[in-house]
């Protein structure tokens, strides 16, 4: 006794929409982490200026440094120091905004395409 089984397929359309549906969630997964790197980015980019402006701000306001107290240039060490790790995170969640945006790209690149060529 012989099986027949035959193979079906669903259809393209519905194929199609199934791609589309799970590439928003990645897009939109994509977008969200973009969103909040960049609202990193921002909070970053203030606090490094508000850093360098205390720094600023004490050696304007302490003299030579020569004539400085130990206090001021221990504050103002700090706010160098601290200045210079916002730099090198800063640094970092432009590398990866960057990345995500690459991303970002080739998930849209690969929504637009015509499907029959895969």
């Known amino acids: 006794m012989a099986l027949k089984l035959s193979f079906r397929t669903r259809s393209p359309d519905r194929d199609q929409q199934t791609n589309r549906t799970r590439?928003?969630?990645v897009s939109a997964a994509i977008s969200t982490a973009i969103a909040d790197a960049e609202r990193e980015r921002h909070g970053l980019r203030r606090r490094i200026e508000e850093y360098y402006s205390t720094a600023v701000a004490i050696m304007d306001e302490s003299g030579d440094f020569a004539d400085r107290a130990a206090a001021?240039?221990?504050a103002i060490s700090q706010a160098e120091q601290r200045a210079s790790a916002g730099r090198a995170r800063l640094d970092t969640v432009d590398a990866q905004i960057e990345m995500l945006?690459?991303?970002q790209r080739?998930?849209?690149a690969f929504?637009?395409?015509d499907p029959s060529t895969r």
């Open 72 to 74: 001021d240039e221990t």
């Open 23 to 25: 590439f928003a969630a």
């Open 111 to 113: 929504l637009l395409e």
């Open 101 to 103: 945006q690459g991303l």
């Open 106 to 108: 080739q998930v849209e």
